[in-house]
């Protein structure tokens, strides 16, 4: 499967689905699932248990649910939603905007 030009922290807003608008931080990308974790989106709620040693109260929990990356875009700091390129320089690959061009900030 070919990366994704989402990465972890970016800054992404919703285009699909019944939270359709929102935007939020990446927490978590699953590439060889093809999806992302994005914070307070597409929240679900999950039953926990109790455990006995470890002193965790049980009942009802929300937590986010992993949304396709192809339901979202990234948005650029300076414009608004964009889409990613790619500028190769030196060996290095660079991610860019491809609507004004500024360079976005990679995972190390």
Do not use: W, Y
């Not at 019944?18 to 060889?32: E, H, I, N, Q």
């Not at 990234?74 to 500028?87: E, K, Q, T």
């Amino acid at each position: 499967m070919p990366s994704l030009m989402i990465h972890r922290n970016d800054t992404v807003k919703v285009l699909a689905g019944t939270d359709r608008g929102k935007t939020g931080r990446v927490l978590r990308v699953f590439p060889d699932k093809g999806t992302v974790l994005v914070e307070h989106v597409r929240v679900v709620k999950k039953t926990v248990s109790s455990k006995r040693g470890q002193r965790t109260k049980g009942g009802i929990a929300e937590q986010e649910s992993p949304i396709s990356v192809s339901n979202v875009v990234l948005v650029c700091p300076s414009c608004g939603d964009a889409r990613v390129g790619h500028r190769v320089e030196g060996d290095t690959r660079l991610r860019i905007c491809k609507k004004c061009g500024q360079e976005l900030p990679t995972k190390k």
